[in-house]
């Protein structure tokens, strides 16, 4: 069975740094490629960043400079460093696996995690 849990998510104050991690089981990780989505109170999902089989990397213009998408494949774990944290950051923020970055992107993605909650306070 197929897993993906996130966790690293909390409260911050602005100007903060987090790390989320997403540990993935049940499959072979590094044959998928991995992104971070987040979703705002009352806001629809949004792409934060991806990486893809290469290490190949992409973020959203919100993430440039102040997020960096990350992986360890020895330990199955893909990871979103948080930087430079703003209150119009807070969302509950999930990581999501395909072998297409394309349905990734495109929010079809064939696995999902639960979320972690991320909260910045100004």
């Known amino acids: 069975q197929v897993q993906l849990v996130e966790s690293g998510g909390g409260s911050v104050q602005s100007g903060g740094s987090l790390r989320l991690s997403c540990a993935a089981s049940?499959?072979?990780?590094?044959?998928?490629?991995m992104a971070w989505f987040r979703q705002a109170p009352g806001k629809g999902r949004e792409g934060v960043g991806s990486i893809d089989r290469s290490g190949n990397t992409k973020y959203a213009d919100s993430a440039k400079g102040r997020f960096t998408i990350s992986q360890d494949n020895a330990v199955n774990t893909l990871y979103l460093q948080l930087n430079s944290l703003k209150p119009e950051d807070t969302a509950m923020y999930y990581c999501a696996a395909d072998p297409s970055i394309q349905r990734l992107w495109s929010e079809e993605a064939r696995y999902w995690g639960q979320g972690t909650q991320v909260t910045v306070s100004s």
């Open positions: 049940g499959y072979t990780y590094n044959s998928d490629c």
